[in-house]
């Protein structure tokens, strides 16, 4: 067992993340030497977990008294109603303050979860077990939970640190190769916005990260976990600095939004869209420069990434696309905030664009 431990210490939370193969077995000692208590536990899981996985976990809960709730995690379902879903479940079954909840999926499945254990009883204990590697280095770190509305994604949420977070590799060989291409654009992003050498290994490194060699999938998990704790640290409530983590999710949440949340684009896939659109728009602003602009472009095709805008939208989809990156939960006005590139590990947050220069960028994007 090749275990990695990184300790998240915010404000309002301190807790661990358990990083490595085999590690689920070891979930009883884990809980025990971090002083997690509790008596009841409800496991909100993903419908397309190994049932094998469910049952090892179970297993480790012995001593406990476990409910299961099975969700079918897609964007459509990641609704106020499915959070009440779970919130009558913990009623019912009367849970107290002291009990646990613990998400066993997606980011999805951990959005939705992490949201219901917020607001029962004003917050009960969450463990967050990422069964994707999207969820492994994103969503599972840092306290975001939140629901879609039919206005745009995460519009309704709070910031709610898990108690703790256990990423076991093993969860990715289940995964098709279109799920882990997802997983492996956060992790892009975070070493674009923060880390050239650990860019530089991913480039070298890709197709042993993508087809899940050991130690390589665990180093690109634990170095892209460090960044993301680092910024979450600094600023938990994406006052400023945590900005820098919305790189290209301006366009993207636009881009599935646009769709509809439909299959033909998924998360992970509109955030390596919306990565690519930050890019070329930080190249045609003269604020990064074309040599590394090229550099990255040529990981994206040498490791057959999505980066093709015209593949999924046309010219006529300008003005929705736009109009769901104004509603973006980042603007503090009429301006469209992005989050662009300066050169690679340096970012630049907080730049200020309206409609019409929106525009513009997307008529030379889709008509060219």
Request: charged content about 25%; overall charge positive.
């Amino acid at each position: 067992m090749n275990l990695k431990k990184i300790i998240v210490n915010t404000q309002s939370q301190k807790y661990s993340i358990f990083i490595g193969r085999n590690i689920i077995s070891k979930l009883s000692s884990i809980l025990k030497k971090n002083s997690i208590r509790f008596n009841n536990c409800l496991l909100v899981v993903d419908r397309n977990v190994p049932k094998k996985m469910i049952l090892l976990i179970k297993k480790n809960l012995k001593n406990k008294k476990t409910f299961i709730h099975y969700v079918k995690a897609n964007e459509l379902n990641k609704n106020l109603k499915n959070t009440n879903n779970i919130i009558k479940i913990l009623l019912d079954k009367n849970f107290s303050r002291d009990d646990c909840l613990i998400s066993i999926g997606g980011g999805i499945v951990g959005d939705i979860s992490g949201f219901a254990a917020s607001l029962f009883k004003r917050g009960i204990k969450f463990i967050n077990i990422p069964t994707t590697l999207l969820a492994q280095v994103d969503s599972s770190i840092g306290g975001k939970t939140g629901v879609n509305t039919i206005h745009g994604k995460n519009l309704i949420g709070s910031f709610y640190q898990p108690t703790l977070v256990v990423s076991e590799s093993n969860f990715l060989k289940t995964l098709p190769k279109r799920e882990l291409i997802c997983g492996y654009g956060e992790i892009l992003k975070h070493s674009l916005i923060s880390n050239r050498s650990f860019y530089m290994f991913l480039s070298k490194n890709f197709e042993k990260i993508i087809n899940l060699k050991s130690s390589f999938i665990e180093k690109a998990i634990y170095e892209s976990c460090k960044i993301k704790k680092k910024v979450v640290e600094k600023d938990e409530k994406e006052k400023n600095l945590r900005k820098v983590l919305n790189f290209g999710h301006t366009f993207a949440h636009a881009y599935e939004a646009s769709l509809g949340y439909s299959k033909k684009l998924n998360h992970g896939e509109a955030v390596l869209l919306g990565m690519h659109s930050a890019l070329r728009f930080s190249l045609d602003n003269d604020i990064l420069k074309k040599k590394e602009y090229s550099s990255i472009i040529d990981h994206f095709k040498k490791s057959k990434l999505p980066y093709n805008l015209k593949k999924f939208f046309s010219s006529k989809n300008i003005n929705k696309i736009i109009s769901f990156m104004t509603k973006d939960k980042k603007n503090k006005s009429n301006m469209i905030n992005l989050i662009l590139l300066k050169k690679i590990g340096l970012p630049e947050i907080n730049s200020q664009y309206n409609k019409n220069q929106i525009r513009l960028f997307f008529k030379k994007e889709l008509n060219n």
